[in-house]
């Protein structure tokens, strides 16, 4: 089946600093990627997503890119905010059932 | 803002009772998912319906039922409930029935004490 493995959290940052969440899938077939956020007590927000291969997903200065090769989808962000600070998942859609599939989850805190 | 909608916020009940979820999607969306979000368990995708009609079913305990009505809101039921169901429970939608993007709603918090 699907399956969505994440880096363990929590990460704690300076503001201004570079961030990277690992991210690697199992799928079958060619699933769509995302990246969720959740922020303290909301459920969660689409970030990014992407469909296929080599596809770039950006908002709001994050950015992942699908690697069918290394069936990774890595967030990354070049210089993070305290207002970032969040969960944040990746996940897998795709299958015969439709659902999403996340990863556990990996806490980001930024330290002013 | 993503526009689902999840009522009531809060629930606190006791063992062994019933309780109902209800969401309401976002407009034009016809497909609704439920999860429940707990710290030992993460995200796990419970149901799904698609324009009334059950189109796919995750670690859904059998005391757990849901629909989805003629105007496309969904009702989450929870019945005999046990501690261990104290958690967070989200419903999602998207426009279509396939693996696309979904629109979370702000959960209801269910504590069973």
């Known amino acids: 089946g699907n399956s969505v493995t994440q ?25 769509s990627l995302f990246w969720y956020v959740q922020y303290p007590g909301e459920g969660l927000q689409l970030l990014l997503k992407a469909t296929k291969a080599d596809d770039k997903g950006s908002n709001k200065g994050f950015e992942a890119t699908y690697r069918k090769e290394t069936t990774s989808f890595h967030l990354e962000k070049g210089s993070v905010q305290v207002s970032d600070s969040a969960v944040y998942f990746c996940a897998l859609g795709g299958g015969s059932n439709y659902k999403l599939t996340f990863g556990k989850g990996t806490l980001l805190t930024v330290n002013p | 803002d993503s526009g689902v909608t999840q009522t009531p ?58 629909q989805q009505f003629p105007d ?42």
């Open chain 1, 7 to 31: 880096m363990e959290g929590p990460v704690t940052l300076s503001e201004e600093a570079f961030l990277t969440i690992n991210c690697t899938y199992t799928a079958t077939g060619y699933p």
């Open chain 2, 9 to 66: 916020k809060h629930l606190i009940t006791a063992t062994g009772q019933r309780v109902t979820l209800r969401c309401s999607p976002r407009s034009g969306d016809l497909s609704v998912y439920w999860y429940q979000q707990s710290l030992d368990q993460g995200l796990q995708f419970l149901i799904q319906y698609y324009n009334g009609e059950e189109r796919a079913k995750g670690n859904i305990l059998e005391r757990f039922s849901a």
């Open chain 2, 72 to 113: 496309l809101h969904s009702e989450l039921n929870l019945s005999s409930l046990e501690l261990g169901d104290s958690a967070l429970y989200f419903c999602a939608s998207s426009v279509q029935a396939g693996p696309g993007e979904q629109y979370f709603g702000p959960g209801t918090r269910l504590t069973v004490t």
